[in-house]
C-alpha cells in the first residue's frame, strides 16, 4: 500500500468516527493546548557498511577488517530529545470513548556520540589514535495523531489511547563530524591518550597528527511520514469547565525516513600507504541505514476547556 492510499485510508477513518458522533448528536467535547518533552531515536538504524573515511561521498568499510573504524548505534545513549507543542480537540463518541486529533509540532531524529581509542608500541616506541564521530539528526514536523481514547473508570480520568499520525517535515538539518587524531612519538605514554597539539610531539622523530572534520547539511529525509501511536493518559478536574492533563505517547513510523537513497553500494579502490584499500561508496541516510524509521515517545502537560 503506497503513502497515499495510508493517508486516504487514515482521513476516511477519522471522518467516520466524526460523523458518527454527529448522527448521534454529539459535539465538540474538549478542547485543550499541551507542550512536553519528546525522546526520539530511528530504529533499524545500525549502518549497512560501516564508515572508515569522509569526503564528497561516504567511503565505507568493506567487509568486517579494520573494526577500530566501526561505529554502532544505541537506542537509549543516542536518543535525541526535542521540545513538543500543540492544540486538540476531542469527539465522545460513547460516555468513555473518544477521538483524540491534535496538530502539533515535534522534533525528531537521533544523536550519536561515538569515541574510539586505540594505542600500542613497546619502551621504545609508542602510539597512539582517537577518532570522535558526532552525528546529530534533527528532523522537524508537523504531525496530526488521530487517536482513539478509551476511558477507564467512571470519572473519565484515566484512558488508554491508539490510533495512528501523519507527519509533514518542514526541516532537515545534519550535524555530523569526525575528529581523527594520529600520535607516534618516543615520548608519548602509551598508558594515556590526550589531545595535544604538535608543539609538544612536533620535536619527536616520527611524531605525527592528522585531524579532519566534515560539517554538513542537506536534506536526505522524505518529506512525509506516518506510523501508529499508543499510550496513556490522566485528567485532573479543576472545575466543570477546566482539567489539567498529563498524556504519554509512543510513535513507531511505518515509513523508511530516506526519501532518496536505498543503501545502494559500488566498490572502489583508494590509494593507501601499501597499496590500495578495496571501500564501498554506499548510498544511505548520511552512514545509517536507508530504512530507518523514526521512533519516539512523548510526555505532555495541558489544559483543557470542555464546552
Do not use: C
Amino acid at each position: 500500500m503506497n503513502t497515499i492510499k495510508y493517508y486516504t485510508l487514515l482521513f476516511l477513518l477519522s471522518f467516520s468516527a466524526i460523523s458518527m458522533a454527529q448522527e448521534d448528536n454529539k459535539r465538540l467535547k474538549i478542547i485543550n493546548a499541551h507542550i512536553g518533552i519528546g525522546a526520539s531515536n530511528l530504529i533499524n538504524a545500525e549502518a549497512p557498511h560501516k564508515i572508515i573515511s569522509i569526503s564528497d561521498v561516504y567511503y565505507l568499510q568493506f567487509g568486517e577488517s579494520n573494526s577500530e573504524f566501526n561505529y554502532e548505534t544505541n537506542f537509549f545513549k543516542d536518543m535525541k530529545y526535542n521540545f513538543v507543542g500543540g492544540i486538540g480537540f476531542e469527539y465522545f463518541i460513547k460516555p468513555d470513548l473518544s477521538l483524540s486529533a491534535s496538530l502539533n509540532y515535534e522534533g525528531k531524529g537521533l544523536d550519536i556520540d561515538y569515541r574510539h581509542k586505540d594505542s600500542g608500541g613497546d619502551t621504545d616506541y609508542v602510539w597512539a589514535s582517537q577518532e570522535n564521530y558526532v552525528f546529530d539528526i534533527s528532523n522537524h514536523y508537523i504531525t496530526l495523531p488521530l487517536i482513539m481514547r478509551k476511558y477507564l473508570n467512571a470519572s473519565n480520568t484515566f484512558y488508554l489511547q491508539g490510533g495512528a499520525y501523519m507527519a509533514y517535515l518542514i526541516q532537515s538539518s545534519i550535524d555530523f563530524s569526525i575528529d581523527r587524531l594520529y600520535v607516534s612519538s618516543y615520548k608519548f605514554d602509551s598508558d594515556q591518550l590526550e589531545l595535544i597539539d604538535e608543539t609538544e610531539v612536533g620535536g619527536n622523530s616520527g611524531s605525527n597528527i592528522r585531524a579532519y572534520e566534515n560539517d554538513f547539511e542537506d536534506d536526505l529525509t522524505s518529506t512525509f511520514d506516518l506510523g501508529i501511536v499508543l499510550g496513556t493518559g490522566y485528567t485532573y478536574p479543576l472545575s466543570d469547565k477546566l482539567y489539567i492533563y498529563a498524556d504519554l505517547l509512543f510513535s513507531i513510523g511505518l515509513k523508511d525516513i530516506d526519501g532518496v537513497n536505498d543503501n545502494e553500494y559500488s566498490e572502489t579502490s583508494l590509494p593507501a600507504s601499501s597499496g590500495y584499500n578495496t571501500v564501498i561508496q554506499s548510498e544511505n541516510y548520511y552512514g545509517l541505514n536507508s530504512n530507518a524509521k523514526n521512533f519516539s515517545g512523548v510526555l505532555t502537560v495541558g489544559a483543557g476547556l470542555r464546552l
